[in-house]
């Protein structure tokens, strides 16, 4: 356990979110130092239990937190919800338009008693003509043009992770570290608002530009064309694929010599990319005759000395192995709800040398339910209680170390 303070401690933060996009801004916030209290209705969050493609949901973004189960729908549940939320810096929430403002624990209920809360709506669209419409993230996929771009012509498809949900989270963390900073300056918490369309259209932002600047019809990925000759995947021998890229006439002439084929470099057809991209056909035919006969663990190692660029087409669970990941400290052992230990991949960053990692097991369902709420009258300012009280009590957290896991 790493004991060393993190950039976040003395942060509190509580979660009333489900499924990827809200946990991921809370896995965020809670890798960086933050105690992350989830809210779970009684059983637990649906998400511990879903099968196939979703059943590593849970494990994977909800680390680092604490779980605490309070039924909302009851009036005494939505009381302590309230008390609670009154302790923190932070809310956040994912559930459907309309659902907290329902239950009184929308920002502008919540503002009139805690006006230095930061409160984060994580949603399918920001306000707008589709701001009611529910989302998921092949939905936005499908509207916002990723879908388009990833499929082959007449045929979109979905890229093959939640790439909208993470990176909806990911946003929503970013508006809690600006609106921390703000509130240092004005003593006052905002609501944040993060989406997945507009998500999606960000993503998308490079693509539009393309066709504003050119004024053609967009190609999708599988069907673009390249501006790069030796730009793709091959099959070599026993029937492996390996990404290739040479991307200028130096790695052309190299990647010519590492397969044995100088001739290659100095045919006149092939004298430049230029003249290499307007007979790009006939060159990937010539050079995966070539491949066919290389095996992937013996080419590799020379395109690497190269300089090459080169990617073997690895599926997930093969990462799990990743010589660099698991060197680098991007894999770490996590112990689970049901007692297991998995290794779980660590956030994509370093600060100050070190890698926020794993700090505590995996929360079992409102594993801390009776800590959590046995602080509340010690932690609770009154309501309507300034901005001032709120800045001492979060200090006295901060001091006492009830606040943080350290």
């Not at 001739?263 to 092939?270: C, K």
């Amino acid at each position: 356990m790493n004991t060393q303070r993190l950039p976040l401690d003395g942060v509190r933060v509580v979660e009333f979110t489900h499924m990827v996009m809200g946990p991921t801004c809370g896995m965020i916030l809670a890798d960086l130092g933050a105690e992350v209290i989830k809210i779970e209705p009684p059983g637990g969050d649906k998400t511990r239990q879903l099968p196939g493609l979703a059943i590593g949901f849970f494990r994977t973004f909800n680390r680092n937190k604490k779980s605490v189960v309070l039924d909302i729908t009851t009036s005494e549940g939505r009381q302590a919800a309230i008390e609670l939320i009154g302790t923190c810096d932070v809310m956040l929430e994912n559930f459907r338009p309309g659902l907290m403002a329902k239950l009184g624990l929308d920002y502008g209920t919540l503002y009139k008693h805690y006006p230095s809360l930061i409160y984060v709506s994580h949603k399918g669209f920001l306000p707008g003509p589709y701001e009611n419409r529910l989302a998921l993230d092949e939905v936005v996929q499908m509207m916002g043009g990723l879908s388009y771009m990833t499929g082959l012509p007449g045929r979109p498809l979905r890229a093959g992770t939640s790439v909208n949900d993470i990176m909806g989270g990911m946003f929503g963390a970013i508006g809690v570290l600006a609106a921390l900073r703000e509130r240092e300056r004005t003593g006052l918490g905002q609501e944040v608002q993060s989406a997945l369309f507009e998500n999606c259209a960000f993503l998308s932002a490079q693509h539009m530009q393309q066709h504003v600047m050119t004024g053609e019809p967009l190609a999708p990925m599988p069907a673009r064309m390249s501006p790069w000759s030796v730009y793709d995947v091959f099959t070599l021998a026993d029937d492996e694929q390996l990404f290739i890229g040479a991307v200028s006439d130096r790695q052309f002439v190299t990647l010519c010599e590492v397969l044995g084929q100088p001739q290659l470099a100095t045919d006149p057809r092939f004298a430049n990319n230029a003249l290499r991209v307007a007979i790009r056909p006939e060159l990937l035919k010539t050079l995966g005759a070539i491949l066919a006969g290389h095996r992937v663990k013996d080419l590799a190692p020379k395109l690497e000395v190269a300089g090459i660029p080169y990617a073997p087409i690895v599926r997930p669970e093969q990462l799990l192995d990743d010589p660099h990941l698991k060197k680098s400290g991007g894999l770490a052992p996590m112990q689970t709800d049901d007692g297991d230990v998995t290794d779980v991949v660590l956030l994509p960053l370093i600060m100050g040398g070190r890698r926020p990692g794993v700090r505590q097991p995996l929360a079992q369902v409102g594993e801390h339910t009776t800590e959590v709420l046995a602080q509340l009258q010690e932690m609770l300012p009154k309501v309507g209680d300034s901005q001032t009280s709120r800045s001492q009590n979060s200090r006295s957290r901060d001091e006492s170390g009830i606040a943080s896991d350290r």
